[in-house]
DNA sequence: CGAGTGATTGACTTAGATCAATGACCGTGG
DNA sequence: CCACGGTCATTGATCTAAGTCAATCACTCG
């Protein structure tokens, strides 16, 4: 889930310097509760460290993940909107995160267009990077999977890619197993299509 | 792609008259760019039929796909921030499109708090949806994965899920080939899991 | 200098994709 | 009114790519 390429979408560029200062932090220990279904919203997290997750639980004792988060994401951003959490968010690891109070958040966003805009443009990126993950993994080969990664990350000059976090999380973020990343990379690199270098992947013609 | 349950995540409801009253319909053949990649953007694009894509064509001829939009998908809002737009987008079969100008749309954004709240709102439930969906994808067992979709899909009150669209569309939606998604069906009624209705699904009690 | 983790490769298995065929259910045009 | 073409739903048989288990090496960190 990390973003392992240089275009982060972190939260923190659009937040007014009002916003930052009545931000809270707060400490979870793994297994607690940042808040449960059904609970009033209280604002926008931003996770520092550590990993949470929003849970759905059904009646029928059914888990359904919806999101994990780990540091740099922003958790529940839709509950700004509605008075109700709509699923629990728990601590999987230890973690620390910050709270961004709706009611400053919203006031803000009333206040000063520019930082609803900024907002507005903060959230229209998430929508694509996500779906553009999302198409990625309607590719079912893992080789088309990874080419898809490559050309979609793409210096746009050099047809270069720099990889940022280890192999092993962008395999995760490909939803790929390690191994198969592992193994696939070094097919390609083997017939030619790409070239690797420390953190980074060069892109050769293959064809046309 | 459709979204093939109630909580349909629709363009629409944000929009005032003015921007409404400015819109501007498309007709586009298959194969026909909407916009290139470089020019200039002008504006937020709705589907209204057919199936437009955003691809990224990098340099060495490879396409990736971005997003396949159809019939009340909304394209390229990020596009609304930037001055250019950075992929092509192409319809895939014949389409038509409204456009959402977008001096019109920033200038209502500005004007009016509760239009950009309204905005940023669907934006952020957007955000929700897709990341949810993302999650399901991790989930490699097609039976882990139909579970996923019906715990989130689920109407709260009754463990029942009503499925609105071919079982095919959903099929598609979980990344699963049709029969993939049959069989399984198939399988989890065999196992007592869940009862199927016409156009909906009972969650049975499994264990606990 | 171990302990922990990432990177890599091997062997094996399996779940799901693919190819294929069939019946049910439209709508529609002659 | 009915035969026909189209799509959905379903099930069967087969095959392969990717997951799983496992081992090794390199590296870093305290």
Same mark, same amino acid.
Do not use: C, K, N, V
């Given at each position: 889930m990390r973003p392992s390429v240089g275009h982060a979408v972190t939260a923190? $560029?659009?937040? @007014?310097s009002t916003i930052r200062a009545a931000a809270i932090e707060r400490k979870l220990e793994p297994g607690k509760a940042l808040f449960h279904s059904g609970s009033k919203t209280v604002g926008l997290y931003e996770v520092l460290n550590g990993t949470v997750c929003l849970v759905r639980t059904d009646r029928s004792g059914r888990d359904a993940i919806l999101q994990m988060a780990s540091a740099g994401d922003t958790l529940a $951003? +839709? @509950?700004?909107?509605?008075?109700?959490?709509?699923c629990d968010a728990i601590a999987k690891t230890a973690a620390t995160v910050r709270l961004y109070p709706k009611a400053v958040l919203l006031a803000e966003l009333q206040r000063d267009p520019k930082i609803a805009q900024g907002f507005a443009a903060m959230l229209a990126r998430q929508v694509m990077t996500l779906r553009t993950r999302l198409e990625q993994r309607n590719i079912h080969s893992a080789r088309d999977r990874i080419r898809h990664f490559l050309a979609v990350n +793409?210096?746009?000059?050099?047809r270069t890619v720099s990889l940022s976090g280890t192999l092993k999380d962008i395999a995760a973020e490909l939803g790929l197993t390690h191994e198969a990343f592992y193994r696939t990379l070094a097919d390609m690199a083997a017939d030619g299509e790409i070239e690797r270098r420390r953190g980074m992947i060069r892109l050769k013609k293959s064809d046309l």
């Open positions: 923190t $560029e659009w937040i @007014s $951003e +839709a @509950s700004l909107f509605s008075s109700t959490y709509h +793409a210096d746009p000059g050099g």
